[in-house]
């Protein structure tokens, strides 16, 4: 799996997440926004053939492994390669299903004059069904928690990016998610909410029984806000999980970010980057566990700048709008008035305002300013402008991803009480109220959709999450 540990904000700024500050110049973001773009050049397309690539790899491995000599090679060896191998295989199915939704599964490698004039794409069902075989195949396999060449549950810090248990089950839940939503269901498909309501629970269930929760080691004052920022820039490396057993699947390095999604005050800044939106701060909570906004009708206009706010919300206070709200909003966004650095609160504020330290700015070929009045904290070390860029990371699993995942499918299913227990898991270890029993199910969807566009925030989740719940045409 090549996990680069970039910033996964491309596809931010194609929902109402984040907006890019190079929007107004030539690129994907300026053709996204303008729909300058067709089946030809889709920003997102350029996968198809790497994905057919590395599932032509990994099968012609699979169908010859039993071809090749190996030498003081033992059969446990043997059988890590072939689990690697039909891993992979699954993988790039599951990133072909997610981006078009049928497609075409081979277990046998074509010769190059091939003309597939009778080949057909395969169903949704009959890919997440493959999908999930093959992991299901690999977690058959016999585990040697002593073997280099195993693949286990517990793994070393040597060991980071090495395929693991746990990662397969989260592909199986993701697989079974997907295949249920809106956009890929296909009737009479066994896909059904009940059915991924099942296997995500196996596999919340699964993670629960090795070792695996929610990160809620509380930080020095000096190193972040809360458990949730803390986790998001928790040193990398822990691959043991010695402490950090939140994370499933690690990246093993940390992201640029004063440099590209920096701000103008920060030393060796190139760009701001991805910046979040008012859209996205307006879906933090206040601290008691109200929306700040409707939910069933957010805005009183297309364009998003009449809020439309929530007559139970008490709290929230449109003069001072970042006050009493969701903790992880501290952590995860700069605000005008919000401090610099959390060791030094009263050294530097960022001001957004026009004309300010970190200034919001309209023109298009400026890359330094926000173009939304907001800049990106989540994964920023927050000591000092002389740490450089030893910032955060984003991994590619983790475990408030399951629960989300276990509470959408839950809901959708129509078991409540579930649903409710996994989403105030994550609400919990972010320091916000629970959701009460006796809410209704239409609401409760809400709930947990605005509970993953929080939590999962630049996690590379919005733009899949919108589409395949087919909303995306009001986030754009």
Not at 130 to 137: A, M, P, V
Not at 177 to 183: E, V
Not at 269 to 286: I, M, N, R, W
Not at 362 to 368: H, I, L, M, V
Request: hydrophobic share 30%; aromatic share 14%.
């Amino acid at each position: 799996i090549a996990h680069s540990n970039v910033l996964y904000g491309e596809t931010a700024a194609y929902t109402d997440e984040a907006q890019h500050v190079e929007d107004r110049t030539s690129g994907n973001y300026y053709k996204w926004i303008s729909s300058d773009f067709n089946a030809a050049n889709f920003m997102l397309s350029g996968g198809y053939d790497s994905y057919y690539n590395n599932i032509r790899t990994c099968t012609y491995y699979i169908t010859n492994e039993h071809r090749i000599s190996y030498e003081g090679l033992s059969d446990e060896e043997r059988t890590y390669w072939l689990v690697r191998a039909r891993f992979c295989r699954a993988w790039d199915y599951f990133e072909l299903m997610r981006h078009y939704g049928q497609a075409v599964i081979y277990t046998e490698v074509y010769s190059t004059d091939e003309t597939f004039r009778d080949v057909k794409r395969n169903t949704v069902e009959e890919i997440a069904d493959f999908i999930i075989s093959e992991l299901d195949w690999c977690l058959q396999q016999p585990e040697n928690e002593k073997s280099p060449y195993a693949f286990r549950w517990k793994l070393s810090n040597s060991d980071a990016g090495v395929l693991n248990r746990g990662f397969a089950w989260v592909l199986k839940a993701r697989t079974a998610l997907y295949a249920a939503s809106p956009l890929f269901y296909e009737e009479g498909s066994k896909y059904t909410w009940e059915y991924a309501y099942q296997i995500n629970k196996d596999a919340v269930d699964a993670l629960l029984a090795h070792d695996h929760k929610l990160f809620d080691v509380k930080p020095t004052d000096s190193y972040a806000f809360n458990s949730y920022d803390y986790y998001h820039v928790y040193p990398v490396g822990d691959i043991s999980r010695s402490v950090d057993k939140e994370t499933i699947f690690a990246c093993s390095s940390t992201l640029n970010m004063w440099q590209d999604n920096g701000l103008p005050t920060t030393k060796g800044q190139k760009s701001c980057g991805f910046c979040p939106t008012q859209e996205l701060v307006d879906a933090y909570e206040t601290i008691d566990g109200e929306p700040i906004l409707d939910l069933e009708n957010p805005y009183d206009d297309e364009e998003h700048l009449k809020p439309n706010y929530n007559k139970k919300n008490k709290l929230y206070d449109p003069q001072n709008p970042y006050a009493n709200r969701d903790p992880r909003f501290y952590g995860s966004i700069y605000y005008n008035g919000s401090p610099r650095f959390i060791a030094k609160p009263d050294s530097v504020t960022v001001y957004t305002y026009e004309g300010g330290n970190c200034g919001i700015s309209e023109a298009p070929t400026e890359k330094f300013n926000t173009r939304t009045g907001y800049y990106l904290r989540k994964y920023n070390q927050n000591t000092s402008d002389e740490d450089g860029n030893h910032d955060g990371h984003m991994n590619e699993a983790r475990m408030a991803e399951m629960y989300l995942n276990l509470a959408e499918c839950a809901c959708e299913a129509g078991h409540i009480s579930d649903a409710l227990d996994a989403v105030n898991m994550v609400r919990e270890r972010a320091g916000m109220p629970i959701i009460e029993e006796g809410i209704e199910q239409n609401y409760l969807r809400l709930r947990i959709r605005n509970e993953r566009r929080v939590e999962l925030a630049f996690e590379n989740f919005r733009f899949w999450d919108v589409r395949r719940w087919k909303i995306i045409n009001q986030t754009e």
